[in-house]
């Protein structure tokens, strides 16, 4: 999404349930596009798909883009969570988890809080560019764009698999 607030162009991808390839994905959903305009990258959530850990930084250095993760609601942390689903294999999950930092209340000009992490880019420039793309709420245009596409696409991948 320009900072106009057009939409200049979609890509879809997957991650892996329980895997650890989110971040590889994100970072090839952005190399698809194929544009060198792109100024910054906004990912909803840091844990997707059952506790696919983005690496906020590594997506940072492989897009050579900042990176701003949001969340929306105040939380104690999933370790406890993590340890409960994977019994095995915990201790590779909670680095990655740990890897990742706190999270940094922002206060948009909406008036609404948000929780971000952010690689390449400081506080008050993620704000700024927060600011920019949050008309109303506390979603910024481009993450609720992108949840309205994958929930429009979402139908259609699961009827390819029957």
Avoid: W
């Amino acid at each position: 999404m320009r900072s106009d607030r057009v939409v200049d162009g979609l890509a879809l991808g997957r991650t892996s349930v329980r895997g650890d390839d989110a971040s590889a994905s994100i970072a090839g959903l952005c190399h698809r596009l194929k544009r060198n305009d792109v100024n910054v990258l906004m990912v909803s959530g840091a844990i997707l798909s059952l506790y696919n850990i983005v690496d906020i930084d590594e997506l940072s250095r492989k897009t050579r883009l900042p990176v701003i993760c949001l969340t929306y609601k105040e939380t104690s942390g999933i370790e406890d969570s993590i340890r409960r689903h994977f019994p095995e294999g915990a201790e590779a999950k909670l680095e990655a988890y740990r890897k990742l930092g706190g999270r940094k209340k922002l206060r948009l000009k909406s008036g609404h809080l948000v929780f971000a992490r952010t690689a390449g880019l400081e506080q008050a420039e993620a704000k700024s560019v927060l600011d920019l793309f949050t008309l109303q709420g506390s979603i910024p245009e481009p993450i609720r764009v992108a949840q309205l596409l994958a929930r429009a696409a979402a139908p259609r991948r699961s009827s390819r698999r029957d």
